[in-house]
T-cell receptor, first 112, second 111 residues
Framework: NAGVTQTPKFQVLKTGQSMTLQCAQD?????MYWYRQDPGMGLRLIYYSASEGTTDKGEVPNGYNVSRLNKREFSLRLESAAPSQTSVYFC???????????FGPGTRLTVL | GENVEQHPSTLSVQEGDSAVIKCTYSDSASNYFPWYKQELGKRPQLIIDIRSNVGEKKDQRIAVTLNKTAKHFSLHITETQPEDSAVYFC??????????FGRGTSLIVHP
């Protein structure tokens, strides 16, 4: 039981490049989330998926797209990376109506 | 949308003292309030949580209190130890299960 996994752990991009951050969970959770964490800003919700087949915008969705590929996987795509997207990205999952939200180990992204 | 304010941003205490971190929220429909501890370079980990139908919850040295009328909840850590040093985040989950996090409190426990 791996919980929530994320790949890659670290990534450096140049401005304008694209990439996809991968997230998977093996806890049969319905809800999945993508956050970014910047110093002094806490965790800000980018997108979430309440259940397989649905996605919704969070607080800071601009510049990102998501895909809920199946119940296990929720990916985050940066189509044209910008330096403002330099951050640590966390994926999380939770049962619908449940309590604890489980976080992945994070992806540290630097955009030059 | 929901707005969560967390204070203080930094808290410095001596080992053995108590620490209190406070959060306020704006959405009266919020019904689940977790607290997370995050050590440097690690993922946030749940340390205690409370639902809106409960006023207080305790787990050893850690307790959370909730005042629904005033829309605030607090984390209390007693007998602090150096290993309690970390960043602590509060969060509020609204009626649609969308979470909003506070900006975090850096707790420093001096030996």
């Amino acid at each position: 039981n791996a919980g929530v996994t994320q790949t890659p752990k670290f990534q450096v991009l140049k401005t304008g490049q694209s990439m996809t951050l991968q997230c998977a969970q093996d806890m049969n959770h319905n809800s999945m989330y993508w956050y970014r964490q910047d110093p002094g800003m806490g965790l800000r919700l980018i997108y979430y998926s309440a259940s397989e087949g649905t996605t919704d915008k969070g607080e800071v969705p601009n510049g990102y797209n998501v895909s809920r590929l199946n119940k296990r996987e929720f990916s985050l795509r940066l189509e044209s990376a910008a330096p403002s997207q330099t951050s640590v990205y966390f994926c999380a999952s939770r049962t619908s109506g449940g309590d604890e939200q489980f976080f992945g180990p994070g992806t540290r992204l630097t955009v030059l | 949308g929901e707005n969560v304010e967390q204070h203080p941003s930094t808290l410095s205490v001596q080992e053995g003292d108590s620490a209190v971190i406070k959060c306020t929220y704006s959405d009266s429909a919020s019904n689940y309030f977790p607290w997370y501890k995050q050590e440097l370079g690690k993922r946030p980990q749940l340390i205690i949580d409370i639902r809106s139908n409960v006023g207080e919850k305790k787990d050893q040295r850690i307790a959370v209190t909730l005042n629904k009328t005033a829309k605030h909840f607090s984390l209390h850590i007693t007998e602090t130890q150096p290993e309690d040093s970390a960043v602590y985040f509060c969060a509020a989950f609204g009626g649609s299960y969308i979470p909003t996090f506070g900006r975090g409190t850096s707790l420093i426990v001096h030996p």
